[in-house]
């Protein structure tokens, strides 16, 4: 459930030495080799101008490598007809860094579009869209145009848009920098959801908090390239095992005390958390 150098016999996603420029640029992406397996989650941090929305964007289907392999639902994406696209992307909801809603639209119907353009009813989908436009307490705002809501309200129309249609794949690009901690958390535990029912997701952030949340692996990119730090849990099974190999361990364990536990309960039992126990996250973390 990680990604990981091509460990996963058919993953969602494949990368083999992709290399990624802009026009005659600079390679801003360098070397990138990595599995989304099917039904992982996975976060994606780096400085501002690393390349995360890039990389993004090659995994939504929007840019093409410069260089490099890159599958997506067992396809070749380079050699994808061009009218096989707009079925690949489909399967993938994006939450965008910048939102992209339709302003002439009302919330309701900006988060009912993926669902209209499969051709479904709107009896069919009333209730869903307005159960999950009031979870993200969007209820009394259904009829508002976009440009009439705040920043973060805009963010959660345009994250409600993409897991309404229960994607394979969910690509959020700094899904929670314009809401408040606890709304934050609440988003979180909406992917995590999403997640239990199968889908794989990739969540770019500056967002450490958020991060901490979730024992899940972490791609950074620095200097165009990508490190894949694995899950606090596999770390502390591999810190046991070199520990046991050695009868003198001389390195601390780098992991927390609840390893091997599901990712998601964590996120949920952060959910459940007295607000008070919020000041003592700081430290808990290496
Ligand atoms: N359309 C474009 N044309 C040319 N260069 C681009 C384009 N989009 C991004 N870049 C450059 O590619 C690099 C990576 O940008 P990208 O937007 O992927 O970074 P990022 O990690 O998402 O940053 P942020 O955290 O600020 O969102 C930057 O140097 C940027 O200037
Ligand atoms: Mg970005």
Redesign the pocket.
Known sequence: MTASPHSDPEPVVRFDNVGMR??R?PE?LRDLSFDLPRGSFQFLT?P????????LKLIYLAAKPSRGLISCFGRDVATLPRDELPDLRRRIGVVF?EFRLLNHLSVFDNVALPLRVTGKKRSDYAEDVAELLAWVGLGDKMSALPPTLSGGEQQRVAIARAVVGQPEILIAD?PTGNVDPEMGMRLLRLFAELNKLGTTIVI?T?DLQLVRMVDAPVMT?ANGHLHIRPPRSQRQREADLRNSLDPEPDMPSPADTDSGEDPMDAVARAMEMPEDDETDGEDRDE
């Not at 501002?48 to 990389?55: D, H, I, M, N, P």
């Open positions: 802009y026009g640029g801003i780096g501002s101008g690393a390349g995360k929305t890039s990389l860094q700094e770019a500056h990119l």
